[in-house]
């Protein structure tokens, strides 16, 4: 199946920082893009940031200026710093990553890594 694997979720208080980890699986093709998504309960799955093979990034209004996305492409790593955490930002964080074959793009997701944000 080649699914990514995250890491680096947990509990922290209203203002602290996590770091996200997210490892590909090099066997199927070029990766065009990583990203992060995340799914609170009750609501459905949202993106958050994404980084493409060029190194392009896009991100979720309600994150912008408080997360940064990064890729290790020697590693086919993605990483996401969250900085100022809010109470709101508490969900499940799945990495996804897309390849480019010849067949078109293939997407592989992540189980996710839970992120709670709490006093």
């Known amino acids: 199946q080649a699914q990514p694997v995250e890491s680096g979720g947990g509990l922290v208080q209203p203002g602290g920082s996590l770091r996200l980890s997210c490892a590909a699986s090099?066997?199927?093709?070029?990766?065009?893009?990583m990203g992060w998504y995340r799914q609170a309960p009750g609501s459905q799955r949202e993106l958050v940031a994404i980084?493409?093979?060029?190194?392009?990034?896009n991100y979720a209004d309600s994150v912008k200026g408080r997360f940064t996305i990064s890729r290790d492409s020697a590693k086919n790593t993605v990483s996401l710093q969250m900085n100022s955490l809010k109470p709101e930002d508490t969900a499940v964080y799945h990495c996804k990553v897309v390849y480019g074959t010849g067949s078109g793009p293939v997407e592989r997701w992540g189980q996710g890594t839970l992120v709670t944000v709490s006093s």
């Open positions: 980084i493409t093979s060029g190194g392009s990034t």
């Open positions: 090099r066997s199927i093709a070029a990766i065009y893009s």
